[in-house]
């Protein structure tokens, strides 16, 4: 079926969702994703609805919301045995499917219904503890060895997965692994069926730190003014020394310290830009960018020091919201360079891939296609998005209709809530506000009817119960995937 698209899935770890300059953001320069907007439809009230790596990609690859798929914090470790998967899906309906970079499945070499995977999850201690030759669950090291000999290695800089201590990559810009990425998704472009059309899921494991971006990106930034971070009039001074969840301390980061590795994280997500374009080039050389719907989206985002606050888990925009983009093919008739506003989420985009390549959507998933959005139909969409992420004393569960952000705090019993219309940056909780008591109300009324009948007890279907021991996976889920085994 020569008309049906091309697909290239573009996946990156930890992108705020205002950080493009599509997005309006000040600094950050992103020519290659911008330009994708331009011939595609940009979401801008687009979510996670469980912000860190593991949760968010259950969504992704299956469709599902949170209390389906079950994974509603971080644990690595538990199989994924899902019956329906984006790639198994796309597989099945002829296509030509490959997955290069981050995955951060289990068991680590889970194909996930691609036909093959080029694996690179990053430097993750779980599967460094579990395996004596890490080669064995990373095909990125082997490779890295190769190219510059000697006992190489993607922290020889001393930068932590999670550090927020920037500096340069310390290997020429090819070895980087963000440049890795794009050559192994070219080298399957190369040597793909010719018969077939193809699903490329592209994921890079930054701008995830190590901030350590190649020379000359880290320079574009390092010396430019930037905005002041967003901090909350609610936001808690000592928020740094705790670090996200308060089990462990960044340590105090002074202003110096913040400006280089924010100057890092803006050179990372220009870096992936320039790399996308030169994905595109390839495309464009070997005449099939015509045929090649894009979609671009991230996990989750990054905090990257609003209120005094670092990394994901939490509710607040710069960790929940995400850069979405979809982009059709060249060769078809639709609306380019549209807006939308409706609250979308990961679980959206398997139904819209499935959607725009005429593959049968499983009646397991749980999202919408994104096309009659982009297409600027009048369709009914739904009227607000629950969020959570279980992470100790600061374990959440948030409601918005994308206008308005209300945020329960389950073990401490705390609320916020947001006037996002008024207050994109999420400065003044309203939750005392006279004013929005209707609002307030409401929304704590769909976080009760969305959490009734939870195995954790959150409510008894008339209020919410605060203390209720947290799971990172729900038991009824986890018993799911064990019927169906491996």
Not at 31 to 47: E, K
Not at 283 to 311: P, Y
Request: with cysteine.
């Amino acid at each position: 079926m020569p008309d049906r698209p091309n697909v290239v899935f573009i996946m990156t770890d930890q992108w705020r969702g205002d950080c493009l300059g599509c997005y309006g953001h000040p600094v950050v320069e992103t020519p290659h994703l911008d330009q994708l907007a331009l011939q595609g439809t940009r979401f801008t009230q687009a979510y996670t609805a469980t912000p860190s790596c593991i949760a968010a990609r259950a969504g992704l690859f299956t469709g599902m919301c949170q209390r389906n798929h079950g994974r509603v914090g971080y644990r690595d470790g538990v199989p994924w045995n899902y019956e329906h998967t984006l790639a198994g899906e796309m597989a099945a309906g002829g296509y030509h499917t490959q997955a290069v970079g981050k995955m951060h499945v289990h068991p680590a070499r889970n194909l996930m219904g691609f036909h093959n995977v080029v694996l690179h999850d990053g430097y993750l201690h779980f599967e460094r503890k579990a395996h004596k030759n890490y080669d064995l669950v990373d095909d990125y090291m082997p490779w890295l060895r190769q190219k510059v000999g000697g006992d190489a290695d993607m922290i020889l800089h001393g930068l932590n997965c999670n550090s927020w201590v920037a500096r340069p990559w310390p290997y020429h810009e090819e070895v980087h692994p963000t440049t890795y990425v794009t050559t192994m998704a070219i080298d399957f472009l190369r040597r793909r069926d010719p018969t077939k059309p193809f699903f490329l899921f592209v994921s890079y494991h930054r701008p995830h730190p190590p901030l350590d971006p190649p020379q000359a990106y880290f320079d574009q930034y390092i010396d430019q003014e930037f905005p002041p971070v967003p901090m909350g009039d609610w936001a808690d001074q000592q928020a740094q020394m705790k670090g996200v969840d308060g089990s462990y301390g960044l340590g105090f980061m002074g202003e110096r310290q913040l400006h280089r590795a924010r100057a890092a994280y803006y050179a990372q997500l220009t870096h992936i830009d320039h790399q996308v374009g030169r994905l595109i080039e390839y495309l464009l050389e070997h005449d099939v960018l015509k045929d090649t719907m894009f979609v671009f989206t991230s996990d989750h985002g990054e905090l990257l020091g609003d209120h005094n606050l670092f990394r994901k888990v939490l509710p607040y925009d710069g960790s929940a919201r995400i850069p979405l983009i979809v982009t059709p093919p060249a060769n078809w008739q639709c609306k380019r360079g549209s807006v939308s506003s409706a609250v979308v989420e990961l679980r959206d985009i398997m139904p819209t891939i499935l959607d725009a390549c005429g593959v049968e959507i499983p009646d397991t998933v749980d999202g919408q296609s994104l096309l009659p959005l982009a297409r600027g139909e009048q369709v009914e969409w739904r009227e607000y998005l629950h969020g959570e992420h279980s992470a100790g004393t600061l374990s959440n569960h948030w409601i918005t209709d994308g206008k308005h952000k209300y945020i329960w705090f389950s073990q401490t019993g705390r609320e916020q809530f947001f006037d996002l219309a008024n207050d994109p940056q999420e400065l003044h909780d309203r939750i005392d506000d006279a004013d929005f008591e209707p609002q307030i109300q409401r929304c704590r009324q769909w976080l009760i009817e969305e959490l009734t009948g939870r195995e954790e007890g959150y409510t008894d279907g008339q209020r919410l119960i605060t203390g209720r021991p947290v799971k990172q996976v729900l038991d009824a889920a986890a018993a799911q995937q064990a019927v169906r085994g491996p």
